[in-house]
């Protein structure tokens, strides 16, 4: 198909990839979109960019919500925020230097790289050699009706095909070796994720304990993150007991985690992973230092950090003063904490254990 087409003007290539899917017409309009934005680069599989493009305050390349700027204006509320971002091809052996949309810029690109500093690759060798693969909003497909497509069911449905082409691709094309599983605390019900991951571990790592256990590696190449542990740690009201703090425990590493997004009745990777060792337990907490504050939407734990980038003080529960402690003690005693997370004793009193987390 893709011989024949390319024999063709480009303006013309959407006869033939039409039939892909059923010659909707919303689909085929965005790819002729796409192509004729393409085209002015004539084609090039490789392109250079100022760094103001993948800065925050310009609006970064980096963010999937420029996708949704394709058929709409930019709503954010950054002043210096700039649509389009000058780009440097070769074309016929000449470099040429346009302005292009980067909403179209970050649909069309697979992968970003960062010529680093000498001093930086001085200071952290280890980046020289680290390519970074960000998959954000990894979810189940779209139900959309074929004849019910908006501009906005459509940009949904580009967001979750190009996440879910380029983890195939990468995946397939074994350019994944390390894999961070990142998963807080909410409802994953309708998740794709259990598939998806058991899928990588059987290609990458191996379908079975036995094979598991040859591939060599005293470190699992899936680390699976646990973020906005914040929020667990958060004070709530309507606690009044110790089997209201085990809840939390409960919905955040069975519920969510084991029924979720691992679904460990059906996948049985998660505790059967090698012979010696059955559990699987190469799990990290991430709290976010930000959302831990006391100002904002913070989860109002400590003082201290949103003015001196250090957190100072503890902030008190006066409702229920013994709040921390218990929540501590709770989290040790549970099941699934004592039996997977590996709990490390601190350098002092045998009373202390500190929790292994994830760097922030």
Known sequence: MVTFCFKDSPKEWYEVFSLLWNFNSEITKLFKDLINQYEQLNFANTVYLPIDSVLRDNGTLL????????????????????????????????????????SYLCALTSELIFVLHE????????LEKTDLLDFPGTRRPESTEENNITNKSLLQLLRRGRVDYLFNRYS?????????????????KQSVMPAKLNRWIDNMVGDSPEKREIFHCPIPP?????????????FDNKIKNIDNLNQKWHDRFVKVLEEQIIK????????????????FKNIYLLRDFERSDDTGVGSKLFKGYSEYKKELEQIPTPIYPAYRINLRQSFLDYDFVRDILQILPNHGTNQQVS????PN
Request: glycine share 2%.
């Open 222 to 234: 899936l680390f699976i993150i646990s973020t906005w542990f914040n929020s667990d740690m958060e």
């Open 119 to 126: 001093k930086i690759i001085h200071q952290k060798p280890f």
């Open 355 to 358: 929790i292994k987390t994830a």
């Open 172 to 188: 397939f094309s074994e350019k994944i070796n390390v894999l961070l599983l990142c998963q807080n605390h909410k409802d994953s």
């Open 264 to 279: 460990a009745d059906t996948y049985s990777w998660f505790n059967n992973w090698t012979k010696a060792n059955p559990d």
């Open 63 to 102: 963010d999937v919500d420029r996708l949704d700027e394709i058929y709409n204006e930019y709503k954010g509320p950054n002043p210096n925020y700039c649509a389009v971002t000058n780009i440097c091809f070769i074309d016929d052996n000449n470099e040429k230097i346009v302005a292009f949309s980067k």
